[in-house]
């Protein structure tokens, strides 16, 4: 496991000895690593829009493509 040290005021480091019942080492550990967790699946889910993103752009130009020429076609055929 690697070491980070951390520096806080005097009176917050006061404060925490106040409550020294407090694992304030394994209390930051474990807010550190749900932060990096939360991030991590953030990231994920923003790439995954972004390949969905270019999906649908794709899906879009081409239905596009197909429905072009189709109203003159319908109107040849008298159905507009």
Not at 39 to 50: C, G, I, N
């Amino acid at each position: 496991m690697v070491s980070v040290t951390l520096s806080v005021s005097q009176k917050t480091k006061e404060l925490m000895n106040k409550f020294s019942e407090i694992n304030w080492s394994g209390f930051i550990r474990k807010s550190i690593e749900e932060k990096v967790k939360e991030l991590a699946w953030k990231e994920e889910m923003v790439k995954k829009l972004k390949e969905e993103e270019a999906f649908n752009e794709w899906a879009v130009e081409t239905l596009r493509k197909s429905r072009k020429g189709r109203a003159k076609e319908l109107k040849k055929k008298g159905l507009l």
